[in-house]
């Protein structure tokens, strides 16, 4: 089985601030993907990074990055220079691919980011 | 290419009813799933239609069922409801297709039990 765990509930931040979002992982495959979700005060899930477990290379995506370690299972996600359209609920999320048996997302508990003007 | 679209967008229920949600994913997708997102359960998977087949289903009682269209669209039937089976109903389309690649979610559908 696997699950998703996201410590941090709630975090408050004054805007231009950079915020860090923990996500730690579990599963017995090799295999897996590990992504990273947004969902404004509309409700609609807005996908924002895919990662492979075969790839542990971090990026930076304009003031989007992320910090993939398979060692500790996490997969961090970081916004820097926070703006207020930034506040949302943000959630890490895991999908192990099996024949035939689709494409199914675990989703942690969700953190909500509040950035404050 | 236009998003995922869900109708409706809310719905009122009484305890016994059923419901029946819509789905229409992104042009060109294959693959429909659905997730409940409560307060309390946060994100759960329902199931997942590929190619009017239902490949993989969650944790949830008989009461919650599905199908998909040839044209890929999707509907989600919940009968007897039960106030705990308010929620918001995401539907998310995807390729369907080789990797777990990413899910477009829509709007939602909020359903309120009373």
């Known amino acids: 089985a696997q699950k998703v765990t996201q410590a941090q509930t709630e975090i408050s931040v004054v805007e231009k601030e950079d915020v860090t979002l923990d996500c730690v992982y579990e599963?017995?495959?090799?295999?897996?993907?590990l992504f990273w979700y947004k969902q404004p005060p509309s409700g609609e899930l807005v996908f924002l990074i895919r990662r492979n477990s075969f790839d542990e290379q971090n990026e930076i995506s304009g003031r989007y990055s992320w910090n993939f370690q398979k060692s500790t299972s996490s997969f961090n996600f970081t916004i820097t220079a926070s703006q207020v359209v930034d506040s949302a609920v943000y959630f890490c999320a895991l999908s192990v691919p099996v024949k035939a048996a689709g494409n199914k997302l675990t989703f942690g508990g969700g953190t909500r980011v509040l950035v404050k003007p | 290419k236009a998003g995922v679209t869900q109708t409706p967008r809310y719905l009122i229920k009484t305890r016994g009813q059923q419901v029946t949600l819509s789905c229409s994913p992104i042009s060109g997708h294959r693959s429909v799933s659905w997730y409940q997102q409560t307060p309390g359960q946060g994100l759960q998977f329902l199931f997942e239609?590929?190619?009017?087949?239902?490949?993989n289903k969650g944790n949830f009682p008989g009461r919650f069922s599905g199908r998909q269209f040839s044209n890929s669209r999707s509907e989600m039937n919940v009968s007897t409801l039960e106030l705990g089976d308010s929620a918001l109903y995401l539907c998310?389309?995807?390729?369907?297709?080789?990797?777990?690649?990413?899910?477009?979610f829509g709007p939602g559908t909020r359903l309120t039990v009373t």
């Open positions: 599963t017995r495959d090799t295999t897996y993907y």
């Open positions: 239609y590929f190619s009017e087949t239902q490949r």
């Open positions: 998310a389309s995807s390729l369907g297709t080789g990797a777990p690649y990413e899910q477009y």
